[in-house]
């Protein structure tokens, strides 16, 4: 099974049928008090976490019934290679059980490791990234914009941003530190939504440590689509079973010198 060009319009429907019913599932929620459970690596998790996955997957289980899911909350089900839908209810639960809007819910398409399909939704703020492998990304909401990556000429004047300063290793921290000390400034916190920050024009330069499959494999189709990358702190795609390293940019021209710094 495979998404070719003429299959990938109909898997987009089924792509955004699932971002609403996860909208649905996480509104009723957001600053309602809820109580957040810490999961075996410390990240928290909710109720609102758990309901808007069994939502997505629902749509997924009733319109590709043939298709493997990963999950963060339940994990990987069906097939285990071709066509398979990644999907992260809350990113950023942080920010959803704080009453911040900096989170998303993420659902991605990928054919092997390839992300074809790619959306950020924001269900409180209502604005949704929609990336399609081969297509300009797409952007909707009421707070004005348009997709694009911002043609930043030189790491010098970036706007960096980055989730937490703590997220990197005694390994990884060096890197970045280099990094930031050769951009014009540093923001901190995001999550997904700085990505979409990114396609924007907004934000030049993002680093991460450690994401999961349920974290940038959504962003890829977003990112690439706006005309900027994401890749690994070498350059290469990002794996499944990669260590998560993510260095994502609006203008792909900075690579190099942004790998210099990373892995000096």
Not at 46 to 61: H, I, P, S, Y
Not at 123 to 139: H, Y
Not at 168 to 186: I, K, M, N, S, W
């Amino acid at each position: 099974m495979s998404a070719s060009t003429d299959s990938l319009p109909g898997y987009l429907e089924v792509a955004l049928a699932a971002a609403d019913a996860a909208a649905e599932a996480v509104r009723p929620y957001f600053r309602a008090g809820l109580v957040a459970d810490d999961k075996s690596d410390d990240s928290p998790v909710t109720l609102a976490d758990r309901a808007a996955e069994q939502a997505m997957r629902a749509v997924l289980g009733e319109r590709c019934p043939g298709h493997g899911i990963i999950g963060e909350e339940f994990g990987a089900t069906g097939a285990g290679g071709g066509l398979r839908w990644v999907l992260d209810p809350i990113d950023g639960t942080r920010a959803f059980i704080t009453g911040r809007t900096t989170f998303g819910t993420l659902i991605a398409l990928i054919e092997d490791e390839t992300p074809v399909i790619g959306i950020i939704d924001q269900p409180i703020t209502r604005e949704r990234w929609v990336g399609v492998a081969g297509r300009p990304t797409v952007f909707t909401g009421p707070l004005g914009g348009s997709a694009g990556c911002r043609p930043c000429p030189a790491l010098a004047q970036a706007e960096l941003s980055c989730t937490s300063p703590d997220i990197f290793t005694d390994q990884t921290r060096p890197g970045f530190e280099r990094l930031r000390a050769g951009v014009r400034r540093t923001s901190w916190g995001g999550d997904c939504y700085a990505f979409g920050l990114l396609a924007l024009g907004q934000i030049d330069v993002i680093v991460e440590n450690d994401l999961k499959p349920w974290d940038w494999a959504a962003l890829v189709p977003v990112i690439t689509g706006a005309g900027g990358s994401v890749t690994d702190w070498a350059g290469k795609p990002l794996r499944l079973d990669g260590p998560g390293e993510t260095l994502a940019l609006g203008n792909p021209a900075l690579l190099p010198e942004a790998i210099r710094l990373l892995v000096a």
